[in-house]
């Protein structure tokens, strides 16, 4: 079953990727990145999910698809600010304002993440 709404979401998420030429995504909540990466399947984006290297490990996406500390590339990010801040490289941020959905405990927050 997916999560009701997630399907206008995605589209709102992939105008915003299309809109600031990004590939890339990260998505904090696990449930959250199995359906965005299944709705956005067909798009050319590649989606991952923060992974510090000694943390523990709470799911297979910080396994298959970890955010490596090392990223150059732009990428649009769906969470907390705090869970990125063991990137090496120096980054930039814009907020974006996230559609009115709620589909994890927190309020999701996006941003558009450049490096420097």
């Given at each position: 079953d997916?999560?009701?709404?997630?399907?206008?979401?995605?589209?709102?998420?992939?105008?915003?990727?299309s809109?600031?030429?990004?590939?890339?995504?990260?998505?904090?909540?696990?449930?959250?990145?199995?359906?965005?990466n299944?709705?956005?399947?067909?798009?050319?984006?590649?989606?991952?999910?923060?992974?510090k290297?000694?943390?523990?490990?709470?799911?297979?996406?910080?396994?298959?698809?970890?955010?490596?500390?090392?990223?150059?590339?732009?990428?649009?990010?769906i969470?907390?600010?705090?869970?990125?801040?063991?990137?090496?490289?120096?980054?930039?941020?814009?907020?974006?304002?996230?559609?009115?959905?709620?589909?994890?405990?927190?309020?999701l927050?996006?941003?558009?993440?450049y490096?420097?």
């Amino acid at each position: 079953d997916r999560i009701s709404g997630i399907n206008e979401f995605a589209e709102n998420i992939y105008s915003e990727v299309s809109k600031s030429n990004i590939s890339n995504i990260v998505v904090t909540d696990r449930l959250l990145f199995s359906n965005l990466n299944y709705e956005l399947r067909n798009k050319k984006l590649s989606f991952y999910m923060p992974s510090k290297d000694n943390d523990k490990i709470t799911n297979h996406f910080m396994i298959s698809n970890p955010l490596k500390n090392e990223m150059e590339d732009s990428f649009l990010f769906i969470g907390d600010l705090s869970e990125i801040n063991y990137l090496k490289n120096n980054f930039t941020f814009k907020s974006l304002k996230a559609p009115s959905y709620k589909f994890t405990k927190k309020t999701l927050k996006v941003y558009e993440i450049y490096f420097n």
